[in-house]
């Protein structure tokens, strides 16, 4: 889907990047993600939205903690090679979600 409508010139935007308020556990405590932020030396927030920006979506994430918003905006030092984005990939539920 998202390839199909940045084809279009349409920009994507992830609307919860981290899962959101109250529900970001899942994501940041994910085997996966911490592994490959283990490797890169970061946290596994900043995996998430590099992931996000090296697929050309959009993110925007929501945090009252100026340590986390400082961390998210460091995101530009560390790119995820083509397995790392694979395996992101590969977490995927094909679940229904919602688009606005
Ligand atoms: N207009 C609307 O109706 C609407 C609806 C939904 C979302 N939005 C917008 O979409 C954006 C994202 O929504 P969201 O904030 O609910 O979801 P989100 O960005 O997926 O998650 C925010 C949660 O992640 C935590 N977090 C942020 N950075 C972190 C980090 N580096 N490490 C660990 N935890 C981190 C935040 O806690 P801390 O505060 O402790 O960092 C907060 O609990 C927001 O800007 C929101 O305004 C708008």
Same mark, same amino acid.
């Given at each position: *889907?998202?390839?199909?409508?940045? %084809?279009?010139?349409?920009?994507?935007?992830? !609307?919860?990047?981290?899962?959101?308020?109250?529900?970001?556990?899942? =994501? =940041?405590? @994910? $085997?996966?993600?911490?592994?490959? &932020?283990? &490797?890169?030396?970061?946290?596994? &927030?900043?995996?998430?939205?590099? !992931?996000?920006?090296? @697929?050309?979506?959009?993110? *925007?994430?929501?945090?009252?903690?100026?340590?986390?918003? %400082?961390? @998210?905006?460091?995101?530009?030092?560390?790119? =995820?090679?083509?397995?790392? *984005? $694979?395996?992101?990939? &590969? =977490?995927?539920?094909?679940?229904?979600?919602? !688009?606005?």
């Amino acid at each position: *889907m998202i390839p199909y409508i940045q %084809k279009l010139g349409i920009v994507v935007e992830s !609307w919860y990047p981290l899962g959101g308020r109250g529900h970001t556990e899942e =994501l =940041l405590t @994910n $085997e996966t993600i911490s592994s490959i &932020a283990d &490797a890169h030396g970061v946290t596994s &927030a900043q995996v998430i939205l590099r !992931w996000d920006i090296q @697929n050309g979506v959009i993110v *925007m994430p929501g945090s009252s903690n100026p340590e986390h918003i %400082k961390e @998210n905006l460091d995101i530009f030092g560390f790119e =995820l090679i083509d397995d790392e *984005m $694979e395996q992101i990939k &590969a =977490l995927d539920r094909d679940e229904k979600h919602d !688009w606005y």
